[in-house]
């Protein structure tokens, strides 16, 4: 009765108990991770990291002496999202998204990256859960811009 009131069958019409799932295991990982090592975790810090083998810059061998736990969490994160996929979706997930806009929106995301000194991961959870004014500021400015640029786009007609 009440989910009929608040139309989450509209919102969710696969039902919400996967979200919630993710969203548990999403939150004892990153309280795992902080609780183990101190450090936040965020999804762009261990892609950096993973540079450190490739790179002799400075930016990225900071991270050398931790670098090896995190090259794992960066693969569970692409291993755990194939597991899904072939588990619950039947096989890889296709889009029918042009490549250079993918490639586009990816390197956007990059800099913005960059710019916001950290991801939604990070900034979204575990800034926000530590109440981090400057990632509570990040997370407002990230969804602000996200539904802005969809309703544009969604206003202009453009197709993938």
Request: glycine share 18%.
């Amino acid at each position: 009765m009440i989910s009929g009131l608040l139309g989450l069958e509209t919102l969710f019409p696969n039902g919400v108990t996967h979200y919630a799932i993710g969203g548990v295991l999403v939150g004892l990982g990153t309280a795992v991770i902080y609780y183990g090592t101190g450090i936040p975790a965020g999804a762009s810090t261990f892609l950096e990291s993973t540079l450190s083998y490739v790179s002799d810059r400075s930016r990225f061998q900071q991270f050398r002496g931790s670098r090896d736990w995190r090259v794992v969490f960066t693969l569970g994160i692409v291993l755990g999202a194939a597991i899904y996929a072939v588990l619950f979706q039947g096989g890889p997930w296709t889009t029918g998204v042009q490549p250079w806009r993918l490639f586009l929106g990816g390197t956007l995301v990059g800099v913005g990256t960059r710019v916001g000194k950290g991801c939604t991961s990070g900034h979204g959870i575990c800034g926000v859960g530590s109440a981090s004014r400057t990632s509570l500021v990040g997370v407002a400015t990230f969804m602000i811009v996200a539904i802005g640029t969809a309703n544009i786009v969604a206003a202009l007609g453009v197709t993938p």
